[in-house]
């Protein structure tokens, strides 16, 4: 049994609110690994759980955050011992089951991959499940054939967490990227990051009643959905692909049959959080080798437990930018 420290959200007639903890690790939920954990990492998903959106977090109280890395304190599955680094994402971490923004978490093996050579936790958690996503995004589309001669990548939503991350991993890859944002004034920021132009957001987010448009771009990731992806679709080039993994916009889109049959482009859904562990394995393998990214500390900023409340704010106020690291442990 240790004592531990955690952000706990409550939910109540006034609203949400939240404050730092003292808790039992006896009261975590089952699961085969103890871990204690050294970082987490703000994603959009944990502003929702900190707001009380529905359909993220069920039951109040609660501890959010879907990332966490650190190190086994306790393990009842041989393929853990004390003492390995390891990192956990997805599944139902920081939705349900108490997540990284305390200093230990208890979860089942399945869901813990062990850090690979050639990243550290802190690495890892500048990544998160925002780069982690980016790095699903660019898989999908190579599983399609995309390759950098193809021509332009937009990427969308892009001085977000995903959106950064794709900048920098597309550009370090040797694709050229254009980087849309409704922060024109970060122009300096995504260009360092990689990007080769940048594209104002207003431009790509009215309504357009044609079924197809010129075609701007070989390939895109898209992290906003609404209007913004319905004329992506339209103006992808012949056997272009959008990866499709966010609704900050909209949940919903709309499209015409014309793109895919006139133009042969394809739609790709990417999910982070449930895929099979040995997929995830795969992907921070990577991260870690061929991916690896070279400047990462360069877009983020690293926080405690108590920087939470703001900038989970500023997340669903569009305002963040970058990746925010938080120094857990
Ligand atoms: N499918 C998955 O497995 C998966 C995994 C991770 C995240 N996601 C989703 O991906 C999305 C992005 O996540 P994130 O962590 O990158 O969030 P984020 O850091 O908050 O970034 C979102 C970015 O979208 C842009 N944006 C904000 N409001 C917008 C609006 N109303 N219309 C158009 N663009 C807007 C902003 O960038 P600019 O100002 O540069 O335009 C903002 O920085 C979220 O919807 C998240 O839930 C999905």
């Known amino acids: 049994m240790s004592k531990y420290t955690a952000l706990v959200v409550e939910k109540s007639e006034e609203g949400m609110s939240h404050s730092l903890v003292q808790l039992d690790t006896n009261d975590l939920p089952e699961g085969e690994v103890l871990i204690k954990v050294s970082f987490s990492s703000v994603n959009y998903k944990d502003a929702m759980s900190m707001t009380g959106v529905p359909g993220v977090t069920r039951q109040y109280p609660h501890t959010p955050g879907i990332d966490a890395a650190g190190v086994v304190a306790e393990s009842t599955d041989g393929n853990f011992s004390p003492g390995d680094e390891i990192i956990c994402i997805g599944y139902d971490l920081g939705m349900n089951t108490s997540g990284g923004f305390g200093e230990y978490i208890r979860v089942p093996s399945k869901w813990i991959s062990k850090l690979p050579e050639g990243l550290s936790l802190k690495d890892s958690m500048i990544i998160g499940t925002a780069g982690f996503t ?10 399609m054939g995309a390759s950098p001669e193809d021509g332009p990548v937009l990427v ?11 900048v920098m991993l597309l550009s370090q890859l040797g694709y050229e990227v254009v980087a849309c944002t409704g922060k024109t004034e ?4 995504l260009m360092d990051l990689g990007a080769g132009s940048i594209l104002d957001r207003a431009e790509l987010s009215e309504p357009n009643k044609r079924p197809v448009l010129a ?4 390939h895109a990731i898209d992290c906003v959905g609404g209007e913004i992806l319905s004329n992506i679709i339209k103006e992808l080039s012949p056997q272009g692909s959008v990866a499709i993994c966010g609704l900050v916009a909209s949940p919903g889109f709309s499209a015409t049959v014309l793109p895919f049959i006139l133009r042969g482009v394809n739609v790709l859904g990417i999910d982070s959080v449930e895929i099979p562990i040995d997929a995830k394995n ?9 991916w690896k990214l070279s400047h990462l500390s360069s877009l983020s900023n690293e926080i405690t437990l108590s920087g939470l409340g703001e ?17 857990v442990g």
């Open 311 to 327: 900038t989970t704010e500023k997340l669903l106020a569009g305002l963040g930018s970058g990746r925010t690291l938080v120094k």
């Open 215 to 218: 075609p701007r771009w070989a």
């Open 282 to 290: 795969r992907i921070w393998d990577r991260l870690a080798s061929d």
């Open 186 to 189: 970060k122009k300096a920021f």
């Open 134 to 143: 980016a790095a699903l995004c660019l898989e999908k589309l190579e599983l």
């Open 156 to 166: 969308t939503g892009a001085t977000g967490g995903v959106g950064s991350i794709c």
